[in-house]
């Protein structure tokens, strides 16, 4: 399979099940839907654009696999974008949101869990998330 997301070339690190980020895209792909999608970006979700809203659970639901830390950038609308870092891996598995926009990671801040999480309806759609991944892991 071709991955486009960034960071995909150097994602040959392995979480306790032995799989890697690029597994976890392949699983993703099947989850990733409007339900999960942040609220404020549903009208504009597609399954053509799966990927859409879905940064900052995808991100933490990563972290939670590999550790590492969570950063997000700023867009020029405003929004940020959370993306992972894993030592000297740097992946974001939901950059092709942007349609081939280059995005410039060189600003990000870190992300807290905590404060993201303040959001009643980003943790539920995290917890959702995480519940589909574990069953559709479980059924590999």
């Known amino acids: 399979m071709s991955y486009r997301f960034y960071g995909n070339e150097n994602c040959n690190i392995k979480d306790a099940r032995g799989l890697t980020p690029r597994d976890y895209y392949d699983i993703l792909d099947k989850i990733w839907c409007e339900d999960t999608c942040a609220p404020h970006?549903?009208?504009?979700?597609?399954?053509?654009?799966?990927?859409?809203?879905?940064?900052?659970?995808?991100?933490?639901?990563?972290?939670?696999?590999?550790?590492?830390?969570?950063?997000?950038?700023?867009l020029p609308d405003g929004i940020r974008h959370c993306f992972n870092v894993v030592g000297d891996v740097m992946f974001d598995l939901t950059s092709e949101q942007?349609?081939?926009?280059?995005?410039?990671?060189?600003?990000?801040?870190?992300?807290?869990?905590?404060?993201?999480?303040?959001?009643?309806?980003?943790?539920?759609?995290?917890?959702?998330?995480?519940?589909?991944?574990?069953?559709?892991?479980?059924?590999?």
């Open 41 to 74: 970006m549903r009208k504009d979700w597609s399954a053509a654009n799966k990927t859409l809203g879905q940064c900052s659970i995808t991100a933490f639901l990563m972290q939670d696999l590999y550790g590492g830390k969570v950063y997000g950038i700023i």
């Open 98 to 140: 942007f349609q081939g926009k280059k995005l410039d990671y060189s600003a990000a801040v870190e992300q807290s869990r905590e404060e993201h999480f303040l959001r009643t309806e980003k943790k539920d759609r995290y917890l959702y998330l995480k519940e589909k991944l574990e069953e559709a892991v479980a059924k590999r």
